[in-house]
């Protein structure tokens, strides 16, 4: 506690404090993560510091070394109120929940989606002692326009839900939620939801694949990715949820693990029993093509609304090279009516898996891999 006596008694204290904080937290506290004022304790500390560290109270022999100390300290500090005025992804950010510190990384986003932001950031587990001291990488998602917050929660309802009713074989096909909060802009007051997530690596999106191989891929290799695409759907559709964008930015491919995660469930809506659900919210404009008519329409989103995404994902990676028995079912998959479509995403797998048999033969491992 700051007693408030000669400022020069503490000098060496506060410029070792300053010298050992690898963050401004470490000096001031967190930056919490529902915003607000300023912390009184944070303030206090702040003033406590640069009383100590001001040089016109410094002894003359140290007022350089005292000087340099100020000029560390003004700076976390201003870092610390940028952070707790402009949001995440300005500089470093520690954002606190009741369950975990998130260490937000500075450099602005990692990535940008159609309605939001992926921030990369770390938190530690509860072993230390861990590999790689019990570090996680993840991804904060925030919306860039706070009237967005419904679109972010709507993933993070999905993304339990697919969780807790969905296979656990299959929960590798989308991303983890590791935590839904709230951040408070304490300048403006404006709330947004955000969503941590696992961050995923290694992974290229069907529009990424298309760019790189723009004549559009061999239907063999886009076989497993079909594959796959379709378990995911099967069962978040088990677990009561349509996807609702499944456009070719959200399905992430692992090139040589033959692996596939659809993400951005921002999109998804929720179906009861009768396995009809409301209108999917809104649409990706560039990707008006990839969307059956019903979600235009602004009609229930049901199993058969994905399906019809998915195929033309497949259609759209294979530059059109789908061969007879495939492109037969692609016709049936893009009916313009959801009732006439495959509405079972594990049953239509069986019908994929046969048409593939009968244009080349048994299945067989091909590896695949992105140029450069």
Same mark, same amino acid.
């Given at each position: 506690?700051?007693?408030?006596?000669?400022?020069?008694?503490?000098?060496?204290?506060?410029?070792?404090?300053?010298?050992?904080?690898?963050?401004?937290?470490?000096?001031?506290?967190?930056?919490?993560?529902?915003?607000?004022?300023?912390?009184?304790?944070?303030?206090?500390?702040?003033?406590?510091?640069?009383?100590?560290?001001?040089?016109?109270?410094?002894?003359?022999?140290?007022?350089?070394?005292?000087?340099?100390?100020?000029?560390?300290?003004?700076?976390?500090?201003?870092?610390?109120?940028?952070?707790?005025?402009?949001?995440?992804?300005?500089?470093?950010?520690?954002?606190?929940?009741?369950?975990?510190?998130?260490?937000?990384?500075?450099?602005?986003?990692?990535?940008?989606?159609?309605?939001?932001?992926?921030?990369?950031?770390?938190?530690?587990?509860?072993?230390?002692?861990?590999?790689?001291?019990?570090?996680?990488?993840?991804?904060?998602?925030? =919306?860039?326009?706070?009237?967005?917050?419904?679109?972010?929660?709507?993933?993070?309802?999905?993304?339990?839900?697919?969780?807790?009713?969905?296979?656990?074989?299959?929960?590798?096909?989308?991303?983890?939620?590791?935590?839904?909060?709230?951040?408070?802009?304490?300048?403006?007051?404006?709330?947004?939801?955000?969503?941590?997530?696992?961050?995923?690596?290694?992974?290229?999106?069907?529009?990424?694949?298309?760019?790189?191989?723009?004549?559009?891929?061999?239907?063999?290799?886009?076989?497993?990715?079909?594959?796959?695409?379709?378990?995911?759907?099967?069962?978040?559709?088990?677990?009561?949820?349509?996807?609702?964008?499944?456009?070719?930015?959200?399905?992430?491919?692992?090139?040589?693990?033959?692996?596939?995660?659809?993400?951005?469930?921002?999109?998804?809506?929720?179906?009861?029993?009768?396995?009809?659900?409301?209108?999917?919210?809104?649409?990706? =404009?560039?990707?008006?093509?990839?969307?059956?008519?019903?979600?235009?329409?602004?009609?229930?989103?049901? =199993?058969?609304?994905?399906?019809?995404?998915?195929?033309?994902?497949?259609?759209?990676?294979?530059?059109?090279?789908?061969?007879?028995?495939?492109?037969?079912?692609?016709?049936?998959?893009?009916?313009?009516?959801?009732?006439?479509?495959?509405?079972?995403?594990?049953?239509?797998?069986?019908?994929?898996?046969?048409?593939?048999?009968?244009?080349?033969?048994?299945?067989?491992?091909?590896?695949?891999?992105?140029?450069?």
């Amino acid at each position: 506690m700051d007693t408030g006596g000669d400022p020069r008694d503490g000098l060496d204290e506060a410029l070792r404090e300053v010298g050992l904080a690898a963050d401004p937290t470490d000096l001031f506290g967190p930056v919490p993560v529902d915003g607000g004022p300023l912390p009184a304790a944070a303030a206090s500390a702040y003033r406590r510091l640069a009383r100590r560290l001001h040089p016109d109270t410094a002894p003359p022999l140290r007022a350089a070394e005292a000087a340099d100390g100020f000029t560390r300290l003004t700076e976390a500090w201003r870092r610390y109120r940028r952070a707790a005025e402009g949001g995440p992804g300005l500089d470093d950010v520690t954002l606190v929940t009741r369950e975990r510190t998130y260490h937000v990384s500075r450099g602005g986003p990692l990535a940008s989606g159609d309605v939001a932001d992926l921030h990369p950031l770390r938190w530690r587990g509860d072993d230390p002692a861990a590999p790689g001291g019990g570090w996680h990488d993840g991804v904060l998602k925030l =919306p860039r326009a706070p009237r967005d917050n419904d679109l972010v929660l709507a993933e993070a309802t999905a993304l339990r839900r697919v969780r807790e009713h969905g296979q656990e074989r299959y929960r590798a096909f989308v991303p983890r939620l590791v935590e839904s909060l709230r951040h408070r802009d304490a300048a403006t007051g404006v709330e947004r939801r955000g969503n941590v997530l696992d961050r995923l690596t290694g992974f290229h999106s069907l529009a990424e694949v298309r760019r790189a191989r723009p004549e559009g891929i061999d239907p063999r290799d886009a076989a497993w990715m079909w594959r796959r695409l379709l378990v995911a759907l099967g069962n978040a559709h088990g677990a009561g949820v349509v996807h609702g964008a499944v456009i070719p930015e959200h399905v992430l491919i692992h090139p040589e693990q033959h692996g596939l995660v659809l993400v951005d469930w921002c999109y998804s809506v929720t179906f009861a029993s009768s396995r009809t659900a409301p209108h999917v919210p809104a649409m990706v =404009p560039h990707r008006r093509d990839t969307y059956p008519p019903e979600v235009a329409d602004r009609c229930p989103a049901v =199993p058969a609304t994905d399906v019809y995404m998915a195929t033309r994902c497949v259609e759209f990676v294979t530059g059109g090279r789908l061969p007879g028995p495939l492109l037969a079912l692609a016709r049936g998959c893009t009916l313009p009516s959801p009732e006439r479509r495959p509405a079972d995403a594990f049953a239509l797998l069986g019908e994929v898996d046969r048409a593939l048999e009968r244009c080349f033969g048994p299945r067989r491992f091909r590896p695949f891999s992105m140029p450069g």
